[in-house]
């Protein structure tokens, strides 16, 4: 259910990002008022996600994944361009929160931690 939650977040916070960008600055009172109702929501979902999730695996993933979308919307919607650059980075995104969700984030309880002895 947290993975649910944090899908949640995500989608949330691209959609205030986006009308964050219609807005003009705050100056389209539809989408200002939208961005702060999408935000109250992104981080209503990520609080909840964080029940179940570790910080920093849900933050990596909220941050970047949302980044990456909002990087298509902005390319596909609002006619912005992406550089070669640009491209790499977000492939190094999306590897770093593979990476991240390979590496675990689900429970730390019994993991063994860094310094940390094991009884092998």
Known sequence: MHWIYLIAAILFEVA?????????????????ILLMVF?????????????????SLAYAVWSGM???????IGVF?????ITWLKAVAIILIIA???ILNVA??????????????TNS
Do not use: C, N, W
């Open 16 to 32: 205030g990002t986006s009308s964050m960008k219609a807005s003009e600055g705050f100056t389209r009172v539809g989408p200002s």
């Open 77 to 81: 919607y609002f006619g912005e361009t």
């Open 66 to 72: 949302g980044i990456v979308i909002i990087t298509f």
């Open 39 to 55: 935000y109250i929501a992104s981080l209503s979902f990520l609080t909840l996600a964080l029940k179940g999730l570790d910080v």
């Open 96 to 98: 770093g929160v593979v």
């Open 104 to 117: 675990g984030g689900h429970s730390t309880a019994d993991a063994p931690q860094i310094g940390e002895e």
